[in-house]
């Protein structure tokens, strides 16, 4: 069983788009949700954080929209670039470090 | 520099014949854990230590070992190999963070595992 949800499996946009990644969980023990920016042939690279008793969190054109009550979360990624198509996997921690990811959303930004 | 290190990257291998994929980071991180992914799957957590002769269980221990001698080393071990084992691997490692909560930071390469 899936723990969290990431849609849209695919997503592809023009330069300069936000291109919106939105991940669903239902524990609530969860205290720690992860980004991760994959190439190919590389392993995944953290990219932006988010604790639950925070609503937003903004690193550079990243952003983290986080719903507590809705249980949901998600990733905008501010004026694309070609260089931003990648995969991205959303995680989130359990209280005693183990972590669940994603299925992943291969991005696409079309120059 | 600030590196987790895999060897090997590629392996093919046959069924039921051990292998070890090594992980080594140079951060002097005290936790450190192992990954597979497969298409449609995402990453899934195998097991982690949260220090030298600690380990856990992640979500997917079947058929799988490893050990924590040290710090910095982190090998996964198959001691029988299955074909359903063919994927991607990859070690992590991080620091904590306050509590004693992983922030899983830094990856490693990846391992790519083949059992025919």
């Known amino acids: 069983q899936q723990q969290v949800k990431q849609s849209p499996q695919s997503l592809i946009v023009q330069k300069g788009g936000i291109p919106i990644i939105n991940c669903a969980y239902e524990?609530?023990?969860?205290?720690?949700f992860p980004w991760y920016q994959q190439f190919p042939g590389k392993g995944p690279a953290l990219l932006i954080a988010?604790?639950?008793?925070?609503s937003e969190k903004k690193e550079g054109r990243f952003t983290i929209s986080f719903n507590k009550s809705a249980k949901q979360f998600s990733l905008h990624i501010m004026d694309s670039q070609p260089g931003d198509s990648a995969t991205y996997f959303c995680?989130?921690?359990?209280?005693?470090?183990?972590?669940?990811f994603g299925t992943g959303t291969s991005l696409t930004v079309i120059p | 520099e600030a590196q987790v290190t895999q060897n090997p990257r590629y392996l093919i291998t046959v069924t039921g014949k051990k292998l070890t994929v090594t992980c080594s980071q140079n951060?002097?991180?005290?936790?450190m854990s192992w990954y597979r992914q497969d298409p449609g799957l995402g990453l899934r957590q195998i097991y982690y230590?949260?220090?030298?002769?600690?380990?856990d269980k992640g979500d997917v221990p079947e058929g799988y070992k490893v050990s924590r001698k040290e710090k910095r080393n982190f090998p996964l071990i198959l001691e029988s190999p299955s074909p359903n084992q063919t994927s991607l691997y990859f070690c992590?490692?991080?620091?904590?963070?306050?509590?004693?909560?992983?922030?899983?930071?830094?990856f490693g390469q990846g391992t790519r595992l083949t059992v025919v």
């Open positions: 988010i604790r639950p008793d925070v």
């Open positions: 230590s949260m220090n030298v002769e600690v380990t």
């Open positions: 524990n609530t023990a969860f205290d720690y």
């Open positions: 992590a490692s991080s620091s904590f963070s306050g509590s004693r909560r992983a922030t899983e930071a830094f």
């Open positions: 995680a989130a921690r359990r209280a005693g470090n183990q972590f669940y």
């Open positions: 951060m002097n991180h005290e936790y």
